[in-house]
């Protein structure tokens, strides 16, 4: 957007604000270690007097940065743990024990470059809001049409926006309606309709034809720009992380100068007081979280975690509050199929493959949902002939010789009573109906909703067993469907009709105190990034998301899997426990290290050469933060991931066996008709030959497979037990065909047990198989 200033990337920060040349750390870690080793080298060749020389330059070298990180962390309000460093290097100068100065000045650049590591990136900048907004218009005036700067745009002209294109500026529909995707703003997945006199945003996609907008605001007025502004305040906003070392340090600084000062005022030493200082030295600290937290990183990277600084990793570390978005973070941001309806005479398949293949030329994004649906189950397309397209409408082709139709129905279509069943069940569910027309008639509709990730509840069941106590979504979609997403997933607050700068408001709302628990924010939307950025931290989903909301965020994953998320939740709990255990055993062995020192039994070298030996241990086991939790996520042999696919595939095709259950029940309704004692046997074949050796195969094979990993036969238990359900109403519907009459007609004694047990066997399949995407198959990546 040409009115935004654009945003200029810092330089690397030191933690705490202060601009530091990048490369700092790594200079002086160079100069240290080059000077030490010198030194040795000297003193192995008795040039004594050179060594010190070496060591000295050494720790002088140390001191300036470090006198530099005090002042600032003083500035700052806080004395970190550097303190105490700074006071050991000048005493070792001081009393002239150089090589101790040596190895503490080393130890404190190498704390320093990790801990520079672990914080790299650590800025938010918002160049993608800015590089993907839109930045000319085309203005008409008369019959021409003039591409101009947005800039340039004013209250009052009349615009065009084509196809694809992104609406430039608030506005109101003139002439045609207009097809909207909206979820770069609301979340929504859905298409939208607009028409003339409605108002439209900035930033939302054209979905439809071309159509003519009058502005209602300039650029700099617009949702889009307000985004961007948004995303900046709430950037500004976030309070700077605290490292854990300072924290440490609030108490161990004043103990360790108190022990210095009274070992030299009872021995009267000033080498005792500087040998307690260097073994003061907080090197643990130094080096526990940073170890710890680049392991945590390292870690996390493996998993397609992308986490820009250590203090994000920290923060995640303590976080008590979740806020997600719905669309794309709970749901896979895209329609799939959903049920089938048929007309009387048809079936589901050939609903289904009659809409895929007139939709399999349309660019709409539930024409792609019904197509991929079709694929997955098999069907055979065909070749449609004469096909249009009207935007808002649907498309229409020749198939068959017939002339079908998939879209909205036209004004005035009277419903049959099965077509009014299909509408009030789409109501029911939240679902929108995509209708087939044959010849001009209704001949099917298919129900499309954006579905609940597979991996969603176990994926905040982990969270909560990771500390996480509050759970709530702040979606823009409507609040029924939000409600529905809320209850199945057990959160404990569900907000709807947010625009972004309401999500903004619920995240400053749900933040504690600085230095309190952490607020985390997921999303996946351009409408999620001042939200991100308002959160302590902000997580985005960047595989299929928006690239403003990973820019915003402190954490990216990118793969298209939300239970990454509790992934990074499990590996920041264990990096940051690692790093306290490791930073509160270093400085337990510190304190009876100064305890020696102040008696005389630790001389300045061997205190440092000592430290040297803690610190080793220290960094040892923060390195424990490189391996996985082996509790978090049961590991799966590769023929064990192989089955999941296969039977997760196997679901996919058994879809229209599920139809076929529900259109039999459907069919009775109206008594034992001979179509619908057809549909009855049709779904007898269907559960013999491809259902019931689909269940059969599960329990032999996949169970007994996922048994060990999941702790035992006890985990697959229920869902055994539910195959044993799915058998006998499979039986129940038999033994009801076998019962019909020498004419093969139904006794009307059966109808109310037969349909009962055919909307049961549903009910239990469609129950079942969520289960086991849920509990099983999202186990497998």
């Not at 307690?276 to 130094?286: E, I, K, N, Q, Y």
Request: aromatic residues 2%.
């Amino acid at each position: 957007m040409d009115s935004v200033t654009p945003v200029r990337e810092p330089r690397a920060k030191e933690p705490g604000g202060r601009l530091w040349p990048p490369r700092l750390e790594p200079l002086l870690l160079a100069v240290t270690t080059l000077a030490l080793l010198a030194g040795i080298v000297f003193w192995l060749a008795g040039a004594d007097t050179l060594a010190d020389l070496s060591w000295a330059i050494g720790t002088v070298a140390a001191v300036g940065p470090s006198v530099g990180w005090v002042l600032h962390a003083l500035h700052e309000g806080h004395a970190g743990v550097d303190l105490i460093a700074v006071l050991a290097l000048g005493g070792t100068l001081a009393v002239g024990e150089y090589l101790a100065g040596a190895l503490i000045a080393l130890m404190l650049a190498t704390g320093r470059t990790l801990e520079s590591a672990a914080q790299r990136r650590a800025s938010h900048d918002l160049r993608a809001l800015l590089e993907h907004a839109p930045r000319s218009a085309r203005r008409r005036s008369g019959t021409e049409v003039v591409t101009v700067p947005l800039a340039e745009v004013a209250v009052g002209d009349l615009l065009v926006v084509g196809p694809g294109e992104v609406v430039p500026v608030d506005g109101r529909v003139t002439g045609a309606t207009a097809v909207l995707d909206e979820s770069v703003l609301t979340g929504e997945s859905l298409t939208v309709r607009r028409p003339e006199g409605e108002d439209v945003r900035s930033g939302v996609v054209n979905a439809g034809g071309a159509f003519e907008l009058r502005a209602t605001a300039t650029e700099e007025d617009s949702t889009y720009a307000e985004i961007v502004r948004l995303a900046r305040q709430a950037g500004a906003e976030s309070a700077p992380v605290v490292r854990l070392a300072d924290r440490y340090a609030a108490w161990f600084l004043p103990l360790s100068v108190a022990a210095a000062a009274l070992a030299w005022l009872v021995s009267g030493s000033a080498v005792r007081a500087v040998a307690v200082l260097v073994v003061a030295t907080p090197c643990p600290l130094l080096l526990a979280a940073p170890v710890a937290v680049v392991s945590g990183l390292s870690r996390a990277s493996r998993l397609g975690v992308v986490i820009r600084d250590g203090g994000a990793l920290e923060n995640l570390g303590h976080a008590r509050t979740l806020l997600m978005d719905k669309t794309g973070t709970l749901t896979g941001g895209r329609p799939r199929v959903l049920d089938v309806v048929a007309a009387p005479g048809l079936q589901a398949s050939e609903v289904l493959r009659l809409a895929a293949s007139v939709d399999q030329y349309s660019p709409h994004v539930l024409a792609r949902a019904v197509v991929d649906a079709a694929r997955e189950r098999g069907l055979t397309l065909s070749v449609p002939e004469d096909v249009t397209e009207e935007p808002g409408r649907g498309a229409t082709g020749t198939v068959a010789g017939r002339r079908t139709g998939v879209g909205r129905l036209a004004p005035g279509t009277r419903l049959p009573a099965w077509a009014r069943a299909a509408d009030n069940r789409a109501m029911l569910d939240g679902a929108t109906v995509v209708w087939l027309t044959v010849d001009g008639g209704p001949a099917g509709a298919v129900l499309l909703r954006d579905p609940l990730r597979p991996d969603a509840p176990r994926t905040l069941r982990r969270l909560r067993a990771a500390g996480i106590e509050r759970l709530v979504m702040l979606t823009g979609d409507r609040p029924e469907p939000a409600r529905e997403v809320g209850a199945v997933l057990g959160l404990d607050d569900v907000r709807a009709g947010l625009s972004p700068a309401d999500k903004v408001a619920a995240v400053r709302a749900e933040r504690g105190p600085a230095g309190k628990a952490a607020t985390v924010m997921i999303g996946d939307g351009v409408n999620d990034a001042p939200a991100l950025a308002a959160a302590d931290v902000g997580v985005a989903m960047g595989a299929r998301g928006s690239t403003a909301s990973s820019e915003a965020a402190d954490i990216v994953l990118t793969t298209d899997r939300v239970d990454r998320l509790a992934d990074a939740v499990t590996i920041a709990v264990r990096a940051r426990r690692i790093a306290v255990q490791s930073a509160l055993g270093g400085m337990i062995m510190s304190l009876g290290a100064m305890v020696a020192a102040a008696f005389g039994l630790l001389p300045p070298a061997a205190g440092a050469l000592l430290q040297e030996a803690i610190d080793a241990a220290v960094i040892l086991n923060a390195l424990r933060a490189l391996r996985g939790d082996r509790t978090a996520r049961p590991a799966l042999e590769p023929a064990t991931e192989a089955l999941i696919h296969r039977f997760a595939a196997e679901h996919d095709d058994l879809q229209d066996v599920l139809e076929a259950v529900r259109d039999a029940a459907d069919r009775l309704t109206d008594g034992p008709q001979p179509d619908a004692l057809r549909a009855v046997k049709e779904v007898d074949r269907l559960l013999a030959e491809r259902l019931l050796p689909h269940e059969h195969a599960e329990e032999h094979e996949l169970y007994p497979a996922l048994a060990p990993p999941l702790g035992g036969p006890e985990a697959t238990a229920t869902m055994s037990r539910a195959h044993a359900e799915i058998d006998r109403l499979a039986r129940r519907i038999t033994t009801h065909l076998a019962l019909t009459g020498p004419d093969g007609s139904l006794a009307a004694d059966q109808i109310d047990d037969l349909r009962a047990s055919l909307y049961g066997l549903h009910t239990v399949l469609r129950l079942h198989f969520i289960q086991e995407e849920e509990n099983y198959f999202s186990l497998a990546p």
